[in-house]
């Protein structure tokens, strides 16, 4: 697996990390955890050494999951997690599905105690504010993230799904490692601003759902049907009549693929990493085959020409359907 720095941090990664929040909750009943310990050690076995979890993924379940298969192997990891929620007590989600917004600094605090308990480690390599909160400044944020690292309890700052303005602000008083935020090629929105000013300030960009949230893969078409608790069922960006229309997507990725030998998710992931140096997808599986698949992106060379085939004929491609419901898109739109 071939590695990348995340900006000028330093922070070096697999080129292609493992989101593991699907392991846990969000695409229908999760397979047993001891099967899901074994895919993340296979995962440090084939090279990938970048893991992406957070408090708010079951909630709390999943971290220890990753803390559990990662414990053997600790010092070979980079384990990113995340803040920014006020989950009540017991874990339980409350009826509209998210919890509400808190990035007070005393809960920041008490959240990487917590996390760093279930993690069964020492350090958070990097600690992202997972949604903007815009009742608390975001300098107050970087701020109490500042004090975590001089404590030796985290390593590095991150954000996800801000804004240029937001990234500005806090890293001027903690340098920001990283920006994760949705980008594929079924959503781009972060080329409007945030990724220049990640270039500007040295930031690296971590992807999540750079396969669409499956959809890319080739394997979800307008017949699918999804499992009771998979999210997926309630996206806009997922329903019947969009996932027909946005098939044009995937038959341009297949079609590309089959002049590589590739297939569609490995041109898609293979479409991010050439963008910039500094980005690193964490695409997410549970299954070995999968896993395999998305590494082998990593091998695979697009030339400004495919790039440049891709590009053109995606701008001929109207992506039907929002992806987040209207209550969930405000959240991130902060």
Known sequence: MQKRKLGKSGQEVSAIGLGCMGMSFAFGPPPPQSEMIALIRKAVDRGVSFFDTAEVYGPFINEALVGEALKPVRAKVVIATKFGFDIPTGGI??????????????????????????????VIDLFYQHRVDPAVPIEDVAGAVKDLIKEGKVRHFGLSEAGAGTIRKAHAVQPVTALQSEYSL????????????????????????????????????????????????????????????????????????????????????????????WIVPIPGTTKLSRLDENNGAAAITLTPIDLKEIDDAVAKIPVEGDRYPEAMEKMTNV
């Open 93 to 122: 989600r409350p009826a509209s599905g998210m919890p509400q917004l808190n990035s007070r600094p005393a809960h920041i605090k008490e959240v990487a105690e917590a996390s760093l308990k279930r993690l069964q480690t020492d």
């Open 186 to 277: 079924w959503w781009r929105r972060p080329e409007q601003s945030e990724m220049k000013v990640l270039e500007e300030l040295g930031i690296g960009f971590v992807p999540f759902s750079p396969l669409g949230r499956g959809f890319l893969t080739g394997k979800i078409d307008e017949t699918t049907t999804f499992a009771a608790g998979d999210f997926r069922a309630v996206l806009p960006r997922f329903a019947a009549e969009a996932r027909k229309a946005n098939q044009a997507v995937v038959d341009l990725l297949k079609s590309i693929g089959g002049k590589k030998g590739a297939t569609p998710a490995q041109i898609a992931l293979a479409w991010i990493l050439a963008q910039k140096p």
